[in-house]
């Protein structure tokens, strides 16, 4: 990632000297961050810089001098497609999972210490099995006051996430797939990821499952928790596609989840509990 979230701690008994403890600096966007008695939580979100893999096609300038529809276009298309891969393994061969992942870097009595996100064998990354981000959001729970750095994280391989969090529940919604994906693809729906974690303790963050519903969720006010349940507020439709001739009308439902475990997998999962659907038809949530 080429940006960070820098944290400062600073001493202050001496209210007139403040003095700088330590500082941290996290690869990735800052989202939001909550104090609770000397732990701090905070979400990031960190796109994945890939040195050396190229996303687009490096076509020669003849290529744009050529007609629309001669045949010559799409052999240069695919021979350069092909050697784009080919470099592009090449370079994955070459990284290691550190390359990939967010790091932390700790400042202290003027050395630096690096806490490398890759030494718990990624169990606590979690990822859309479908998933095409290549986008990482982190959940830190990071104890600023203890005389040796310690910290807790999660991450979540997706999108840039939406916030929502109470006194007990974090929860992250974001696109289950970017904007790009759905050209060409007119049949697809805009769908929304939810991942849910327990932050009843204040050091530490437990994942505690995830799920997708139909639509696009426009805030953290789209989101809330009670007692065991999730709503959301989305709008469905493909209102967005300004480039479909009859794209399908936008309409907004609310939809509540709940816990569960998928009994094939294992895993923890949200199911849906409820939903009130066809509100306001030919309108979105603003």
Same mark, same amino acid.
């Given at each position: 990632?080429? *940006?960070?979230?820098?944290?400062?701690?600073?001493?202050?008994?001496?209210? *007139?000297?403040?003095?700088?403890?330590?500082?941290?600096?996290?690869?990735?966007?800052?989202?939001?961050?909550?104090?609770?008695?000397?732990?701090?939580?905070?979400?990031?979100?960190?796109?994945?810089?890939?040195?050396?893999? @190229?996303?687009?096609?490096? !076509?020669?300038?003849?290529?744009?001098?050529? /007609?629309? #529809? /001669?045949?010559?276009?799409?052999?240069?298309?695919?021979?350069?497609?092909?050697?784009?891969?080919?470099?592009?393994?090449?370079?994955?061969?070459?990284?290691?999972?550190? #390359?990939?992942?967010?790091?932390?870097?700790?400042?202290?009595?003027?050395?630096?210490?690096?806490?490398?996100?890759? #030494?718990?064998?990624?169990?606590?990354?979690?990822?859309? $099995?479908?998933?095409? %981000?290549?986008?990482? %959001?982190?959940?830190?729970?990071?104890?600023?006051?203890?005389?040796?750095?310690?910290?807790? +994280?999660?991450?979540?391989?997706?999108?840039?996430? @939406?916030?929502?969090?109470?006194?007990?529940?974090?929860?992250?919604? $974001?696109?289950?797939?970017?904007?790009?994906?759905?050209?060409?693809?007119?049949?697809?729906? $805009?769908?929304?990821?939810?991942?849910?974690?327990?932050?009843?303790?204040?050091?530490?963050? !437990?994942?505690?499952?995830?799920?997708?519903?139909?639509?696009?969720?426009?805030?953290?006010?789209?989101?809330?928790?009670?007692?065991?349940?999730?709503?959301?507020?989305?709008?469905?439709? @493909?209102?967005?596609?300004?480039?479909?001739?009859?794209? $399908?009308?936008? %309409? *907004?439902?609310?939809?509540?989840?709940?816990?569960?475990?998928? +009994?094939?997998?294992?895993? @923890?999962?949200?199911?849906?509990?409820?939903?009130?659907?066809?509100?306001?038809?030919?309108?979105?949530?603003?």
């Amino acid at each position: 990632s080429s *940006s960070l979230t820098k944290f400062t701690v600073f001493d202050i008994e001496n209210r *007139s000297a403040p003095d700088v403890e330590r500082e941290l600096f996290i690869e990735g966007s800052y989202i939001t961050a909550r104090e609770i008695n000397g732990t701090v939580r905070t979400v990031t979100h960190a796109h994945m810089d890939v040195p050396g893999v @190229q996303s687009w096609l490096d !076509l020669p300038r003849g290529y744009w001098n050529l /007609d629309y #529809d /001669d045949p010559l276009r799409l052999e240069i298309r695919e021979k350069v497609a092909y050697q784009t891969m080919l470099n592009n393994n090449e370079a994955l061969d070459r990284l290691s999972l550190s #390359d990939l992942i967010p790091q932390v870097y700790e400042y202290s009595g003027g050395e630096v210490v690096i806490h490398a996100m890759s #030494d718990n064998a990624c169990r606590d990354f979690v990822a859309p $099995e479908d998933g095409m %981000s290549r986008g990482i %959001s982190s959940i830190f729970s990071l104890d600023l006051v203890a005389s040796d750095f310690d910290y807790e +994280v999660d991450h979540v391989v997706g999108a840039y996430p @939406q916030v929502y969090a109470s006194s007990d529940v974090l929860v992250l919604a $974001e696109s289950a797939f970017s904007g790009w994906w759905f050209w060409g693809n007119d049949d697809m729906d $805009e769908m929304t990821n939810l991942h849910t974690f327990d932050i009843s303790a204040p050091d530490a963050t !437990l994942y505690t499952g995830s799920g997708r519903i139909a639509g696009t969720v426009l805030n953290q006010f789209s989101l809330s928790e009670h007692e065991g349940v999730l709503r959301v507020a989305t709008t469905v439709g @493909q209102w967005a596609r300004w480039w479909m001739d009859d794209p $399908e009308p936008m %309409s *907004s439902q609310l939809v509540t989840l709940v816990r569960s475990m998928d +009994v094939d997998t294992g895993k @923890q999962v949200l199911v849906e509990a409820g939903r009130v659907d066809g509100i306001a038809p030919g309108e979105r949530i603003w």
